[in-house]
């Protein structure tokens, strides 16, 4: 037996398999916590978060995105359209703040008489003899924002408790985009454009309602596609997890 010492070198080479395995994966994630840079779009923990599984964080940021999304094209819409919020409102704040207390506080607008979801949609659109005479914006966000709450699982936000439902995700997407093609071809009995939207002229192109639709639209078929995998995956997830929790650790028993 040799009584030479043992380099440092050729003791770290006798560390096992699975210990060199954590030291390798701490220093990535330290490294890659230090390389994470601040997308201005994080968040505070909440309470209710901890109930909150992947998938439900990941519908309830959609979601967010989503009513972001709706906020910018009724703004673009009201302003040119002001005729709409003048039926409802003294200012185009008051008429959009008016319009978010029904969707988020539950304060009905009158002249909906409790029409939502795509009954709200129906009558923005409404230009028969006796049509709606109501702010057409504000049907529009109301119906738009109660499609998003019952694609979610009918709530605003999900815990583990609720999920997407595909097919209403799936419905709501087809819906936005067929309200999409009504602002930009619907007219009234005068014949002019019922909601203008899309502007190109010298000052430019203003396609914010095309961009937000289309962004709510993909969102939207994307978590519809993310719902119907749920439980396709589940039995692909059980296994994998069996073979790693159960197969893998036998591998690390292997001499090198």
């Given at each position: 037996m040799s009584d030479?010492?043992?380099s440092p070198l050729t003791a770290r080479r006798r560390w096992h398999p699975a210990v060199l395995a954590a030291m390798v994966v701490g220093v990535l994630g330290l490294s890659g916590c230090s390389s994470v840079r601040?997308?201005?779009?994080a968040e505070p923990y909440g309470n209710q978060e901890w109930l909150q599984s992947g998938a439900n964080r990941?519908?309830?940021?959609?979601?967010?995105?989503?009513?972001?999304?709706?906020r910018r094209v009724q703004s673009t819409l009201y302003k040119r359209?002001?005729?709409e919020w003048h039926k409802s409102a003294a200012s185009l704040?008051?008429?959009?703040?008016?319009?978010?207390?029904?969707?988020?506080k539950g304060q009905p607008l009158p002249e909906l008489k409790g029409a939502t979801g795509i009954d709200a949609i129906r009558l923005a659109?409404?230009?028969?003899?006796?049509g709606y005479q109501g702010d057409r914006v504000a049907a529009l966000v109301v119906g738009w924002a109660s499609l998003l709450k019952q694609a979610n699982g009918d709530t605003w936000g999900q815990t583990m408790i609720d999920g997407v439902n595909a097919e209403n995700s799936f419905r709501a997407a087809r819906n936005?985009?067929?309200s999409l093609w009504l602002i930009s071809s619907k007219t009234g009995p005068d014949g002019q454009p019922l909601l203008l939207a899309t502007e190109i002229s010298e000052r430019g192109r203003n396609l914010v309602a095309d961009r937000e639709l289309s962004k709510v639209v993909a969102r939207l078929d994307l978590l519809a596609a993310q719902a119907d995998e749920k439980y396709r995956r589940?039995?692909?997830d059980f296994g994998q997890n069996w073979v790693m929790g159960v197969v893998m650790p036998f591998f690390t028993l292997v001499p090198k």
């Open positions: 030479s010492p043992v601040d997308t201005q779009r990941i519908a309830n940021l959609s979601l967010r995105d989503n009513l972001q999304s709706v359209n002001p005729r704040e008051d008429a959009t703040q008016r319009t978010w207390d029904a969707v988020l659109f409404d230009t028969g003899p006796q936005f985009e067929i589940a039995a692909l």
